[in-house]
Nanobody, 116 residues
C-alpha cells in the first residue's frame, strides 16, 4: 500500500530554516521522480522542487536558491531543506510523484508557518 507521510514543518521566524521529510511507503524512489509541492490558504497547490532517480533537479523560481531537495534511497525518504524563509513560504507542504497528475494519494502534508 502506497503511503506518503510528511513531517518537519513548524513555526519559524523570517530568515529561519526548516528541514522537511517525506517517508514514502511502497514507492521506490529508484523508479519514480518525486517532488515537493505546497498549498497556501486560498491558493492552488504548486510545485516547489523535484528530483528524478537519475539526479536531475528542478527548483521553481521562487525558491531563489534557498531550498535544497534531496533523497535518501535507502530510507526511501525525500527531504526539503529550506533556509532564509519568508512569510510567503507559509503553506502546507506535500510530497508526491513529479507529474502533472501525481499518481499517488496525497498525504496529510506538513504545515510551515513563517511569522514573527
Amino acid at each position: 500500500q502506497v503511503q506518503l507521510v510528511e513531517s518537519g514543518g513548524g513555526l519559524v521566524q523570517p530568515g529561519g530554516s526548516l528541514k522537511l521529510a517525506c517517508v514514502a511507503s511502497g514507492i521506490p524512489f529508484k523508479v519514480f521522480p518525486m517532488a515537493w509541492y505546497r498549498q497556501a490558504p486560498g491558493e492552488q497547490r504548486e510545485r516547489v522542487a523535484a528530483m528524478t532517480p537519475g539526479g536531475y533537479i528542478l527548483y521553481e523560481d521562487f525558491t531563489e536558491g534557498r531550498f535544497r531537495i534531496s533523497i535518501d534511497k535507502d530510507k526511501n525518504t525525500l527531504y526539503l531543506r529550506m533556509s532564509s524563509l519568508k512569510p510567503e513560504d507559509t503553506a502546507l507542504y506535500y510530497c508526491n510523484e513529479w507529474a502533472d497528475r501525481p499518481s499517488f494519494q496525497w498525504g496529510q502534508g506538513t504545515q510551515v508557518t513563517v511569522s514573527s
